[in-house]
């Protein structure tokens, strides 16, 4: 079946104001390991932030990967299912295939400063039209259909068109 196929990205912004069992996990859990494995690029706390220690020892910015592992379990209950990624009728939530965390800002002295990403990829969608904010999509082995409205967090990161 040929078309436009997209991969969306959706990106979940998890602070200390995050509601939710997930979100208070994934904040508590990824600050405790920053705390942890910032250390290695900040023996003598000369850094308060996240941003200083990227600025003065680039090696720092693996505190991504390294403190994504203390998620893990968390992102595996999710049984590859976006939290709060829904069609516009609530019928259907969408999945992802990978996903990457990533620290926004943080701080060794003030857990309000911790602010991380989680951004989800979908597998391919076929994408039938735009019409204005909302995006009509189908999955390829079907003709059902679905919409999909965009905000700031949702992003298409790969588009084909298949004749």
């Not at 997209?6 to 990106?11: D, E, F, P």
């Not at 509601?19 to 706390?45: C, H, I, M, W």
């Not at 002295?109 to 076929?126: E, F, G, I, S």
């Amino acid at each position: 079946m040929g078309g436009t196929m997209i991969k969306l990205a959706v990106r979940q912004v998890i602070d200390a104001s995050s509601t939710g069992t997930f979100a208070k996990n994934v904040f508590r859990d990824s600050y405790a390991e920053f705390l942890l494995q910032s250390q290695a690029y900040n023996p003598d706390e000369a850094f308060s932030t996240f941003a200083e220690m990227v600025e003065h020892q680039p090696k720092a910015n693996s505190l991504h990967y390294k403190t994504g592992f203390a998620v893990g379990l968390y992102i595996q209950s999710l049984a590859n299912l976006i939290p709060g990624t829904w069609d516009t009728l609530g019928n259907i939530q969408l999945s992802f295939e990978r996903h990457q965390f990533k620290i926004m800002s943080s701080g060794i002295h003030d857990r309000q400063l911790h602010k991380v990403a989680v951004l989800y990829y979908t597998a391919p969608l076929l994408l039938h039209k735009v019409i204005g904010e909302y995006l009509l999509l189908g999955f390829n082995d079907t003709t059902d259909t679905f919409t999909l409205k965009l905000n700031d967090d949702v992003s298409i990161c790969n588009f084909s068109e298949e004749s």
